[in-house]
């Protein structure tokens, strides 16, 4: 493909599907880099300097951590190069997964290496210098430390921790005033299907047979929803449909106030759908090294006041457990979106209902991971209406992470 038909197709469709703050992340990367390869120069010519082989094993050991850095950081810089590039279907969004992959990988052998050499070191003791040991690591500490402010490893994005939160916000809250106190409305849908939620502000929570909810859309069409007591809290009995604009009619013992929900950007994704799992990876890195380094200081401290030479292994072999717990997670979570699992199923149900709330079926639904961020999906739509693709694109709107969707609509016999 020439230059110009490379632009004239980037422009018609980009398939750039990279991160939010990627250049910041690739800056960040190069900069822990710079700072290990500084670290492992000092301390291998200060250990040939004065003849210490702990320094030297203490610098090699840094170039390792380099080495896993740079994977990250070509990763980034290839993403970027290669966003726009139409050999590559789904855009260049997945390097960082590989890397992340092959970093994961990497760090799982390390584990292996340092639980080997511990059991070795339990069955066979080998003198250790105090001295000398205990400010190398103290000194490979400060270094991680140090790596794990500058990739900014307090930014809940890139923690190294596998939990399932949700980008998600909630339809705005409604405060009803009553001549009981006042209530809150809201539709709640954090992890379960959408219902209508009343809970008291001031006062006393109205009854469930006292209160009724009656919708009406832009459309004209209306549902009324009766409610049912959940201990707290009132809930709907059934489902509110997508999307969620519309005019809630509230009655609560007689008195009816009328109250506008509107159709808010949800992101509507999972973590693992907008977790930067390349720069996971590195702060794993840097966070196994400084868990280790702990360990080391711990044991080696323990060794030397009280002669227990078997707490310096014992606490290496705590630590290649705790690093190989996190290259495991990282691993599955990293092989899932190469291997273009569904990234989030609660976003998957959430775009059946959209679609299926106005009597359409979906004959078949596609959901995977295109980047960072970034989802891409299939959706065949079997309607009997004459509603068209750009019907059902606009419903689907409302979920941003959808950078790449394809829709087929069939028409019901």
Request: aromatic share 8%; charged share 20%; with cysteine.
């Amino acid at each position: 493909m020439t230059e110009p038909e490379s632009a004239a197709f980037a422009a018609f469709h980009s398939h750039a599907f990279l991160g939010d703050g990627h250049e910041k992340s690739e800056r960040r990367t190069w900069a822990v880099i710079a700072l290990c390869a500084a670290m492992m120069a000092v301390e291998i010519v200060g250990g040939w300097l004065f003849g210490s082989i702990a320094l030297i094993a203490d610098g090699l050991h840094m170039s390792t951590h380099a080495g896993a850095l740079l994977l990250a950081a070509l990763a980034y810089a290839f993403a970027r190069r290669y966003a726009d590039d139409p050999r590559f279907t789904f855009g260049a969004g997945k390097f960082g997964d590989l890397a992340g992959f092959t970093s994961a990988i990497i760090l799982a052998m390390i584990a292996l290496l340092i639980g080997w050499e511990a059991v070795e070191r339990l069955l066979s003791p080998v003198p250790i210098r105090f001295a000398e040991a205990i400010p190398i690591a103290a000194l490979g500490l400060a270094v991680n430390l140090a790596s794990a402010w500058l990739l900014g490893a307090g930014d809940h994005r890139h923690g190294h921790a596998h939990g399932h939160g949700h980008a998600h916000a909630h339809d705005e809250a409604k405060r009803i005033e009553t001549p009981g106190g006042a209530v809150i409305l809201e539709v709640f849908e954090d992890g379960v299907p959408p219902r209508f939620r009343l809970r008291s502000g001031i006062g006393l929570a109205p009854s469930a047979a006292a209160v009724s909810v009656e919708t009406i859309r832009p459309d004209g069409a209306r549902q009324m929803f009766a409610f049912a007591d959940r201990g707290g809290f009132l809930e709907s009995r059934d489902e509110v449909p997508e999307p969620h604009a519309f005019a809630a009619v509230v009655t609560i013992d007689g008195r009816a106030t009328t109250v506008a929900f509107e159709e808010h950007a949800h992101a509507h994704a999972h973590a693992a759908a907008t977790r930067d799992n390349n720069m996971r990876a590195a702060v794993v890195h840097v966070l196994a090294d400084a868990t280790v380094s702990v360990a080391v200081i711990a044991g080696l401290i323990l060794a030397w006041l009280f002669g227990w030479p078997w707490v310096d292994p014992l606490v290496g072999l705590v630590g290649a457990l705790v690093i190989a717990s996190w290259s495991t997670a990282l691993i599955r979570d990293t092989g899932a979106v190469l291997l273009d699992m569904n990234p989030d199923r609660r976003m998957a149900d959430s775009l059946r209902r959209t679609i299926e709330a106005d009597g359409d079926l979906i004959a078949d639904l596609h959901l995977w991971r295109l980047g960072p961020g970034h989802l891409g999906a299939i959706v065949s739509v079997v309607t009997p209406s004459g509603r068209g693709e750009a019907d059902y694109r606009a419903k689907l709107a409302r979920f941003p992470a959808l950078s790449h969707l394809t829709i087929e609509v069939r028409r019901a016999a």
